[in-house]
């Protein structure tokens, strides 16, 4: 019987040692914190987003890295059959807007359960408290892992340590060490879905503040867009977050770390309306509330909290009232709406990003079996992996595709 010993209680790891162990081998799955899945439990705020329910290239565009390494896992283990897997074991799912896949019950606890029920019924002995030190390596082949306790033997190890977001979930990069000493280049490790600092100070007045349907653009120093999306995002403390800011941030952060110039995050308050639109919509307000204050007219076309900003970036007397608001003052407010501008000087740490960019690189590593190119019976799966991808459930089936993949093929060394 194969032994395997698999390093890290995520998603990745937890589907790899089943899988292996249904295979027909002897399985350890090694845990360094007291419980599997920890990062699992937290994700999507708790409701914990599986996957993406978009198909074949949609679904590859869902990779901002390295897509194309996962072609044959997504093959071997796809979105569909996780989605099997779960309703096999008890747990329906479903599909909510941008083709977001969650556990129907909303708890992401339901899925790290069935994950840990599926290691125990596989015959995966799960031991918790037990940090790997280093991997364990006789003439070019993997012996096992070296714990606190001495070394085990196995003929394959599967490193799925995650990466280093959320650290104290279990992620701080331990297996990116580990790889390294087995001779892999490791991609540097940075910010993938993080949220984003912002220059202006005052962002801290719209804490809390969420806007839906909003178009953000960024752009370089030069001018050239970044990118662009469309739909919810979030004011924080420090800057900016919500969906569609945690999907740019991955580009954003790649231009602020290699030109080290700030970004030029430009926000249309009102997409639906263009520019002559949105100008008569103005008029018409102005006009119905002529008799008004300035800073009274405008609840029904800003959020409560976000008028008082844009009343002062406006410069328009707050005590004005509507009918004395000149063209000019009228096209400033114009523009502030369609073309609200933020300064993005960096990213948020590491620590706090939903997902790591960077690891293990690919082309050291078999997309079809997931084996190390450089070691035999050496294995990775998940976010050690130099793959990632944006929101919507795709880093989450890169972890579970690549996992199957890994335990499969370790168990069959």
Not at 63 to 72: E, I, K
Not at 212 to 236: C, P, Q
Not at 264 to 289: E, I, N, T
Request: net charge positive; charged share 25%.
């Amino acid at each position: 019987m194969k032994k395997v010993i698999v390093a890290g209680g995520g998603p990745a790891g937890m589907m790899a040692a089943a899988v292996a162990a249904r295979q027909g081998a002897n399985v350890d799955l090694l845990e360094k914190k007291d419980a599997v899945g920890k990062k699992l439990a937290i994700t999507g705020k708790g409701r914990c987003n599986l996957t993406s329910a978009a198909e074949n290239d949609r679904f590859m565009a869902g990779y901002a890295c390295n897509g194309r390494f996962l072609f044959s896992a997504l093959n071997d283990f796809s979105n569909h059959d996780l989605i099997e897997f779960f309703a096999a074991h008890g747990l329906q799912c479903k599909v909510e807007r941008g083709q977001r896949v969650f556990p129907q019950s909303d708890q992401a606890m339901d899925v790290v359960n069935i994950l840990h029920q599926n290691l125990i019924s596989s015959g995966v002995k799960v031991k918790k408290n037990m940090p790997v030190k280093a991997l364990y390596i006789e003439h070019n082949t993997i012996k096992g892992i070296e714990t606190e306790k001495g070394k085990l033997h196995s003929d394959a190890v599967i490193i799925a340590t995650g990466g280093m977001s959320y650290p104290g979930t279990g992620s701080t990069g331990d297996g990116y060490r580990w790889a390294k000493a087995a001779g892999h280049h490791i991609i540097n490790p940075r910010p993938g879905l993080v949220p984003l600092v912002t220059e202006e100070s005052w962002v801290k007045e719209l804490q809390g503040l969420s806007l839906k349907n909003v178009r953000v653009s960024s752009y370089r120093a030069d001018g050239k867009k970044i990118n662009e999306e469309f739909g919810e995002m979030l004011f924080t403390h420090f800057g900016v977050s919500g969906p569609i800011i945690l999907s740019m941030s991955r580009d954003i952060g790649e231009y602020l770390f290699s030109a080290q110039h700030k970004v030029k995050l430009v926000l249309d308050l009102k997409p639906a309306l263009d520019d002559q639109q949105l100008d008569q919509r103005l008029q018409r307000d102005l006009a119905k509330y002529a008799r008004r204050q300035f800073k009274n007219a405008l609840d029904e076309l800003l959020p409560r909290k976000f008028i008082p900003v844009i009343i002062n970036l406006s410069k328009i007397d707050p005590d004005k009232e509507c009918h004395q608001v000149t063209r000019d003052e009228r096209k400033k407010l114009l523009h502030l709406l369609k073309y609200f501008e933020l300064s993005i000087v960096k990213t948020r740490p590491l620590a706090e990003a939903i997902v790591t960019a960077g690891g293990v690189d690919v082309k050291e590593v078999n997309p079809r079996t997931m084996e190390s190119r450089l070691l035999k019976g050496l294995f990775f799966a998940g976010e050690i992996l130099d793959v990632d991808g944006y929101t919507g459930g795709f880093n989450l089936q890169a972890a579970f595709s690549t996992g199957f993949v890994a335990g499969k093929n370790a168990a069959l060394l």
